[in-house]
């Protein structure tokens, strides 16, 4: 099946710093969406990317799609504690399969 | 509130008992989905259906039963589990089958085989 990496797996920054987390493929992608799951929640649907190159911002998080629409990532600037989850990219290949990444757990100290 | 609805929230069964895990949908959505979710795993999905029809079916065992009666209510029959299917298990809606859209996921059933 298709594989989609992520990485890191684990995070822990201080409060204000920023975090990136990197979703990759070998294969080219349709679209990546990504996700958000609190400690004890479920994931909740943050944005999707279609473009070659496209980036999308949300307050404080910067979503892009690489060019060759392989690879993607999501960097939060200046992490508050409400920031703690786990982050997921979640690839959707040619046919409509559609696969989530192993998500990066993001741990933000005060 | 998500508009995907999932009771029980919490389930403590033996291998040997038969319980059914419940999501309701309000949104509108035609496309409905199973997933599992264990420690250190990526999400898997079981089962999909798309207007009341299975359509996708993860080489999931026998034991998980799902049922989809209307386009808003979804089940997963659980019958002689293993302890190894103690896990999160999610389900999500989206307009439409595929990956076009975000899909909205419930807030779960926390399952515990003993």
């Known amino acids: 099946g298709q594989q989609v990496m992520q990485i890191p797996q684990y995070q822990h920054v201080q409060e204000g710093e920023d975090f990136t987390t990197y979703c990759n493929s070998s294969?080219?992608?349709?679209?990546i969406q990504w996700y958000k799951q609190r400690p004890g929640g479920h994931p909740v649907f943050l944005i999707q990317?279609?473009?070659?190159?496209e980036v999308k911002k949300q307050k404080r998080l910067t979503f892009q799609f690489g060019e060759a629409k392989k690879n993607s990532s999501l960097h939060i600037t200046a992490t508050q504690t409400t920031d703690v989850g786990t982050y997921f990219c979640?690839?959707?290949?040619?046919?409509?399969?559609?696969?989530f990444g192993t998500g990066t757990s993001l741990t933000v100290i005060p | 509130e998500t508009g995907v609805t999932q009771t029980p929230r919490h389930l403590v069964m033996g291998m040997t008992n038969k319980k059914s895990l419940k999501c309701e949908q309000h949104?509108?959505?035609?496309?409905m989905y199973w997933y599992k979710q264990s420690a250190k795993k990526p999400l898997e999905l079981m089962f999909v259906?798309?207007?009341?029809?299975?359509?996708e079916n993860n080489s999931v065992p026998s034991r998980f039963s799902p049922e989809c009666p209307n386009s808003s209510h979804l089940f997963l029959h659980l019958h002689t589990l293993q302890p190894e299917d103690s896990a999160l298990y999610l389900c999500?809606?989206?307009?439409?089958?595929?990956?076009?859209?975000?899909?909205?996921f419930g807030s779960g059933t926390r399952l515990t085989v003993v």
């Open positions: 999500a809606s989206s307009p439409s089958r595929g990956a076009l859209y975000g899909y909205t």
């Open positions: 294969t080219t992608l349709s679209n």
């Open positions: 990317l279609v473009k070659s190159g």
């Open positions: 979640a690839a959707v290949f040619t046919g409509n399969q559609f696969y």
């Open positions: 949104l509108g959505h035609n496309a």
């Open positions: 259906y798309s207007l009341e029809e299975r359509v």
